[in-house]
Every structure is written in structure tokens, then in C-alpha cells.
């Protein structure tokens, strides 16, 4: 690439941000104390990232609070939440909450898709470009998309052709205004996350507000755990204050970046009441307890797994009225482990298919054969007449929201092309031939099975202090050498191999995505053990990268 350094852009700084969620946020935050020139370029119309987006109905995080926030002080000491699971619309209080403290705003970009990056080796420096036509030259580039920036659109035939009145939606870019849904009749294609907040919520609507009849087609079902929902007070959160800093530093030192870890014991060692009083009590409390603070090996072990599926199985069907639904929602033989897919967190999910304007379609028996005009036609010859369709078809994840962008390092290859055949990157936070490089929440980090806040903080900390380090040594450049990323990524193999996550065929390796490479998009051997290992590759000089100076490339 010729000399920039002629070219006038809109932006001149030290650090680009791209993405304004937590990650976003909190490097923003912290560059600023450094006195760095820097900003955000945000794809949204506001704060939030995946929170911006997600306004479909029933959307929540699964993450309780206070685990899911900022940890510092100035941040919590006055904000008070009303449910330990959010809302979307209480977590974009949240973010204005965040801007009046933070004055974050006056420093983002927003509708201002990155379309393009591409590095400048005569300059060091990254030339950005946005969808708007907004430039940048920036000397780091910071990733901060989460692992849920690219939603995926199945192959389904004919999809365009529908021409039911509430039309095709996604559940990843829902009218900002609404969708009228009342007496309509509408299809739901997907059971994952999205899909499960949108089935419960529809058909618990109000009698005359819901849907009119509500059709879910389902090719696998999800293994969903009770939520256990719980309205919070103001006098309860402020005694519980005085805790925050203990539980802040210990969602740092367990392996979900949550304050509960794994319970110290292998199921089959222990007795019999033991295990069915951890089972019952671990229900009871709800959330994701129920698979991180478990036994120890029941994410490892296919008999524990089982044995604790045959629990969830049980607890599931006694909820179901209709004894011919047993096999398609709580199946005798487990679909995948548990845990291997990412279950959901429910309110009401499975009392939704005692009703009678509600229907499961077996897309596994009848997989669908086209949409049409009407509606969906599947395998068994059947038309499934609706007015609106909904695809909770989830995303691209992972890798989709940085390969969308057209990056090109050194050698003129994008990132996509890069990956094409299997993810390459060092510590999950840089890639080798993208110098000045960086990103959070994504691939081969501890991504999706780690709180994202965590993430946020640990991973933003580390890169903070790598570019700090870096100013500090006059060092203009940062690049991961290809052995030690391809070491790392054999670490990441390994980690997963001895996991049952690496047995299913789901979004966590890729496989929800038409061609693309199945393989484990993430670090699955704890967030603690991924942040030591992160800080002991900085303690020992940062160990696998390359650091140049201007003085050192004059020679």
C-alpha cells in the first residue's frame, strides 16, 4: 500500500474502537486516562451493541446481575436494577445510565459501519472506511463486535417468495417500531436463544394481544434451564453493595467469569443423596448453575452428562401435559450432551405447548422443503399457512462480525480469506500479519462461555496495558508470530477435545453456518486459566509477538 500520509481523513487518532457495548465502553474508558486520541465507529444509532439490536419481544440477558455490569464503583454505587434478569429495554437504561457517568457519546460515531481496514506498513497505521463514507488512520485497531454482530439467514428456498402480511423478520434486526403480531397467524423457524425468549413470550401474551395461532418449527430441541426470574428492590441491592467488590474480583477467578464456580467433586464420587440434592438445589436456584456449578466432570464426562440429562428430562416432562410432545421437547435418548449446545434460559417455555393455538412442527421428521407465497411447506406435503414469519436463526457467530469486514494485513490477504480454512489467531486477541491488531470476545478467547462483562474488563485490561507498554518503549508495532499462533490454536483443540462442547453440531464450532469450517470458535478450558495464561505471555516480555520501533526498523 502507497503512503497515506498525504490523504486527509475525518480521524486521526491513537486507538479506533469498533463497536460501543461493554468492550466498546470500557476501552473507550480507558484510553481516555491514558490520553490517547480515540473513538468509536458504532454500526447502531446507539449505545449498547448487541443490546441496540436486540428488541425482539422477551429479550433479556441470561446472565444475572450484578455479574452482568461494569465493576467499577462510580458505575454501581447508584444504579439499581428491578430484575436479577434484565430486559433489553432496562439494559439500554443501563447504557444512558453509563453515558451520564462516562460522557461516552461525544466520542462515537454512530450509524457508521466499518466496511474496511487495511494496514499501512510504510506508516503503522490502519486505514479504516466506513459504509457512510467516514475515514479514520489509526495506529491500533480495537474489535470490540462480540460474538453476535452477523446475523445468519438460512438457505431456505423460495425464502423472498412469502407474502404473508407481517412479511419475513429476523430476530436479530426487529422493527425498531414493532411488529403488529395480534390474531396473526406466525411461524417461528429456530428454538435457539432468541428463539425460546420469542416462543414464551408470544404465546404468553394477553388473551385477544398475542397471536391468533403460533407454529414452531423445531429441528432440535433445546435442552433450557429455568431462569428463576426474580423482581429486586432498592433496599436489598443497597445491602448487598457492600459485597460487589468481593464478587467483581471473584467472577475473575472462575471459569464463566460469574461468582459461582465448579462444585469440587466428580459426580460418580459422589453418593447417591448427594448428587440428587446438588441436582435438586442447583434447579431450584436457576441460571446457569445448573451446568457451571455442577459437578465437576459433567461437561467432560458422557455418563455423568447422561446422568444429569436423565434428571433434566424427567423435570422437563412433568411439565408437559401432552405425553406425545415427551419425545420431541425432553427426548428418552439426549439429542447432544448437555451443555454441548448452549442451552437457553426459560420463564414458561415448555407450559407454551399446553395451549392449543400453539404448535410444534418436527422439522427433523419434515424438514422444510420451501417457503412459499402462504407460508412453509415441509417434507410431509403440508402448507403451513401463516401471516408472519419469524427466523430466531441466530448468527454468524464468532468469527462472522470480523470477517464481514474487508481487513487486510501486511500481505494484502483479508482475515476471511486468512480463516477460510480454519481460525488462526494468538491468545484469541490478535492474528499473525495483522499488526496493531486487536479483539474482544472473539474467536479462541473464552467467548459465549464466559460473562461478556467479564470478558470485557479481563481481556480489554490485558490489551490496555499491552498498548500502554508499547508507548511507554517508543514500540510502533505489535505483530503475533505464526508459530506461536499456531501453537495457541492447538491449545484450543486440545482444551475442547477433552470437553463433550466439541461433540455437537452447533454454533459453538460453526456448523449452524452453510460451509463454513466446523471447528471450536472458542477457549474452553476456564476464563481464569485463559486470563493466567494471557498475563503470563506479557510477565515473560510478550512472548510469541513481534515488537518494532521506528529506531529499529531504521537500521
Not at 479514520?136 to 423472498?160: E, H, M, Q, V
Not at 407454551?352 to 410444534?360: C, D, F
Not at 430466531?392 to 480463516?419: C, L, N, P
Not at 510478550?542 to 529499529?552: H, I, Q, R, V
Request: charged share 25%.
Amino acid at each position: 500500500m502507497g503512503d497515506s500520509s498525504a490523504i486527509t481523513y475525518d480521524h486521526d487518532l491513537d486507538v479506533l474502537i469498533v463497536g460501543a457495548g461493554f468492550s466498546g465502553i470500557y476501552q473507550l474508558h480507558k484510553y481516555r486516562l491514558l490520553h490517547l486520541r480515540t473513538k468509536i465507529f458504532e454500526a447502531g444509532s446507539d449505545l449498547g451493541g448487541v443490546w441496540f439490536w436486540h428488541n425482539f419481544p422477551g429479550a433479556r440477558v441470561d446472565i444475572p446481575v450484578p455479574m452482568y455490569e461494569f465493576s467499577s464503583e462510580d458505575l454501581w454505587k447508584d444504579w439499581y436494577w428491578t430484575e436479577r434478569y434484565p430486559s433489553q429495554g432496562e439494559l439500554r437504561s443501563y447504557f444512558e445510565h453509563v453515558e451520564m457517568k462516562l460522557d461516552v457519546k461525544k466520542d462515537v460515531c454512530f450509524d457508521t459501519r466499518v466496511a474496511s481496514a487495511r494496514f499501512d506498513i510504510c506508516e503503522d497505521r490502519w486505514v479504516v472506511m466506513a459504509e457512510n463514507g467516514v475515514t479514520a488512520r489509526t495506529r491500533f485497531l480495537c474489535l470490540c463486535l462480540g460474538f453476535g454482530s452477523k446475523p445468519y439467514i438460512p438457505d431456505l428456498p423460495n425464502l423472498f417468495s412469502f407474502r404473508g402480511s407481517g412479511g419475513v423478520i429476523h430476530s436479530a434486526r426487529w422493527p425498531r417500531e414493532g411488529a403488529n403480531i395480534r390474531g396473526k397467524r406466525v411461524g417461528v423457524i429456530g428454538t435457539g436463544a432468541s428463539g425460546v425468549q420469542i416462543i414464551q413470550t408470544l404465546a404468553s401474551s394477553p388473551q385477544g394481544e398475542g397471536p391468533k395461532q403460533l407454529s414452531v418449527f423445531q429441528r432440535t430441541p433445546n435442552l433450557a434451564i429455568p431462569m428463576r426470574q426474580e423482581k429486586l428492590d432498592r433496599e436489598s441491592q443497597e445491602k448487598a453493595k457492600a459485597l460487589y467488590p468481593t464478587l467483581y474480583r471473584r467472577r475473575r477467578q472462575t471459569a464463566v467469569g460469574v461468582s459461582f464456580d465448579r462444585y469440587p467433586k466428580n459426580f460418580f464420587d459422589a453418593s447417591p443423596e448427594e448428587r440428587f440434592l446438588l441436582l435438586e438445589n442447583l434447579w431450584q436456584t436457576g441460571g446457569f448453575s445448573f451446568l457451571f456449578a455442577n459437578f465437576n466432570d459433567i461437561l467432560a464426562n458422557r455418563a455423568a452428562n447422561e446422568e444429569v440429562y436423565a434428571f433434566w428430562r424427567r423435570k422437563v416432562r412433568e411439565r408437559l401435559k401432552n405425553p406425545d410432545l415427551h419425545e420431541m421437547l425432553a427426548p428418552t435418548v439426549p439429542p447432544h450432551a448437555l451443555g454441548a449446545k448452549r442451552s437457553s434460559l426459560e420463564q414458561c417455555y415448555y407450559e407454551v405447548y399446553n395451549q392449543n393455538h400453539v404448535e410444534l412442527v418436527d422439522i427433523m421428521t419434515y424438514p422444510i422443503v420451501e417457503i412459499t407465497p402462504k407460508g412453509v411447506k415441509t417434507a410431509d406435503g403440508r402448507e403451513h399457512e401463516l401471516d408472519t414469519l419469524i427466523l430466531a436463526t441466530g448468527y454468524d457467530s464468532v468469527t462472522g462480525g470480523i470477517t464481514q469486514i474487508d481487513i487486510r494485513g501486511v500481505d494484502g490477504i483479508s482475515i476471511r480469506e486468512k480463516w477460510q480454512d480454519g481460525v488462526y489467531t494468538y491468545l484469541g486477541l490478535t492474528s499473525s500479519g495483522f499488526p496493531n491488531l486487536f479483539f474482544v470476545y472473539g474467536p479462541q478467547g473464552p467467548t459465549a462461555v464466559c460473562s461478556g462483562p467479564t470478558c470485557a474488563e479481563t481481556e480489554g485490561d490485558w490489551i490496555i496495558s499491552c498498548i500502554k507498554t508499547m508507548l511507554d518503549n517508543d514500540v510502533t508495532r505489535i505483530e503475533a508470530t505464526h508459530e506461536a499462533e499456531v501453537a495457541w490454536r492447538q491449545q484450543v483443540m486440545d482444551e475442547a477435545s477433552a470437553r463433550l462442547i466439541s461433540t455437537a453440531r452447533s454454533w459453538y464450532v460453526g456448523a449452524n453456518v452453510k460451509n463454513k469450517k466446523v471447528e471450536i470458535l472458542m477457549y474452553t478450558g476456564g476464563a481464569a486459566k485463559y486470563t493466567q495464561i494471557c498475563q503470563e505471555v506479557a510477565d515473560r516480555g510478550y512472548e510469541g509477538f513481534m515488537m518494532t520501533s521506528k529506531k529499529s526498523r531504521a537500521k
